[in-house]
């Protein structure tokens, strides 16, 4: 496989706004709760979380996905008043102050709180238990908004119990298909589907690596995809199975370099929307993958056909 394929020809619609997917984007993360893995408490603020996503835009994000509970393993749960008094304020106050331009996901799997973060302004709902709970499917039909199904087994508190594969690779797959159809049937149009791998997520090292060098077979759904793995765990793992002796991975900050690199990978291998802390970081990384892949296509394809 050539390092530059062209990304899948796809594109997403909401409200009155379109996003072409045959380029790549990058999803800005703001997490607005107290005890994320990475920044938690650091965007509590509306405030903050406005100057946060102002940056981010800045900085070359297209997307801004918005959480309000996390989901790092072993996290407390929250209420869906706590959920919708952090998430629904932030999503008001980006569209007074940040335009209606940028797309705005939510991560939640409340039916409740998409609800209300839509009728704020939202444009995509991003749910990491891929519309399982009560209504969210029907929701999500009824909506008419892109949805992201991510690939997990069990819940945040459970999953690395359930990290269990023959083979990861035909298993995610067969699994995302499954929840494909089920979703669909309940009203879920496909063409406003975009598959999340899951990672982090009832997966451990050696699934990850299986995964992020074999992204490209996920293509094969007919699907958008979406890449997150910004500052997880198994970034940390490659750095000390490395050896790498410049860092100091407890601190998840410092995963951002390996992390770039990681949305590189998947961004060759079919990813058209990558998910990040450090925005900046990405934007440079993809501005010279998409100039290697402009020039590749003009010079390289046409000597090679004019042999």
Known sequence: ???FQPLPNYKISSRNKTLNLSEPHIMGILNVTPDSFSDGGR????????????????????????????????????????????????????????????????????????????DAGADIWNDVRALKRTGAAELAASLDIPVMLMHMRGEP????NLAQYDNVIDEVSTELTTRIKEVTRLGVKQENIIIDPGFGFAKNYEHHCALLSQLDSLQALGLP??????RKRFLAEVLTNSGVKTVQTTQAIERDAVGTAAGIFALQQGASIIRTHNVGMMQQAVALWSQLSAYHHEHCIINTNTR
């Open 157 to 160: 508190t459970t999953m690395n």
């Open 1 to 3: 496989m050539s390092l």
């Open 43 to 118: 965007f509590n603020a509306v405030e903050n979380a406005v100057a946060h996503c102002q940056q981010m835009m800045d900085n070359g994000a297209t997307i801004i996905d918005i959480g309000g509970e996390s989901t790092r393993p072993n996290a407390d749960a929250v209420s869906t008043t706590e959920e919708l008094q952090r998430v629904v304020p932030v999503v008001q106050a980006i569209r007074q102050y940040c335009g209606d331009d940028i797309w705005l996901s939510i991560d939640t799997s409340n039916p409740e709180v998409m609800q209300a973060a839509f």
């Open 225 to 230: 995809m979406m890449f997150g793995i910004s």
